[in-house]
């Protein structure tokens, strides 16, 4: 079964500092993950996914994500944090055996980030 | 460029009363259509996918239900509503193509529902 893990409920990180958001996953077959961000009471917003290739995922706003297989991990991270990045975020993954156009996306729990001046 | 429309916003309804939200997306064609709930501003619940016109699946039993009587348009519904009914609905959609599990799903901004 799939599953995708944010073990960090919340993040605090002061502005200018680097940070990192955690997300492990299982799946079945070769993963495709992805990162969103929840803004309040807005919807999701993409960030960046892993589908194949580069390790290292480039995304919206700066942000990054390293794929470890041997680790079952993608970290989103930034260099450098401004405020405006404090929001909710959610790691999701989606697995690539035994599936059809619909196959499930799964989200982790969230991880809210906090960003103080 | 490709949109999602949902509405309404915020809705607050009484127990027992029926519910609508309405989901429409523009821009593509014969795409995957997703409700999620999401409780207490944390994690997103499937609630129904459909990957054609009349094609409904329900991912867990509830007081809910789903149509989508047009290729774009996704329709969450109830009868009666119940207090724990309340939540935060979106809407999603992603291109509708077999073997393309990277597919991206993009997300509506959202309806607020309370009932009261």
């Known amino acids: 079964a799939q599953s995708v893990a944010q073990p960090e409920d919340q993040v605090n990180v002061a502005e200018g500092n680097p940070l990192t958001v955690k997300c492990t996953y299982s799946?079945?077959?070769?993963?495709?993950l992805f990162w969103y961000v929840q803004y309040p009471n807005r919807g999701l917003q993409f960030l960046l996914k892993?589908?194949?290739?580069?390790?290292l995922v480039k995304g919206s706003y700066g942000f990054e994500a390293e794929f470890n297989k041997s680790q079952t991990s993608f970290h989103l991270k930034k260099p450098s944090a401004l405020v405006s990045d404090s929001a909710l975020y959610f790691c999701?993954?989606?697995?690539?055996?035994?599936?059809?156009?619909?196959?499930?996306?799964?989200f982790g729990s969230g991880t809210r980030l906090s960003i103080r001046p | 460029s490709q949109t999602i429309h949902q509405w309404p916003a915020t809705l607050v309804q009484p127990v027992g009363s029926p519910l609508s939200l309405e989901c429409t997306v523009e821009?593509?064609?014969?795409?995957?259509l997703y409700w999620y709930r999401q409780a207490a501003g944390r994690g997103l619940q499937l609630l129904f996918y459909?990957?054609?016109?009349?094609?409904i699946s329900s991912e867990v039993p509830q007081n809910l239900s789903a149509s989508r009587p047009q290729d774009r348009q996704f329709i969450l519904s109830s009868k009666k509503l119940l207090l724990s009914d309340s939540g935060f609905y979106l809407c999603?959609?992603?291109?509708?193509?077999?073997?393309?599990?990277?597919?991206?799903?993009?997300f509506g901004e959202g309806s607020w529902l309370t009932v009261v």
């Open positions: 999603a959609w992603s291109l509708g193509k077999t073997g393309l599990s990277g597919n991206t799903i993009y």
């Open positions: 799946v079945s077959g070769n993963p495709y």
């Open positions: 892993y589908i194949t290739g580069d390790n």
């Open positions: 999701a993954v989606r697995g690539s055996s035994g599936y059809s156009s619909a196959s499930k996306i799964i």
């Open positions: 821009g593509t064609s014969n795409p995957n």
């Open positions: 459909s990957v054609g016109i009349g094609q």
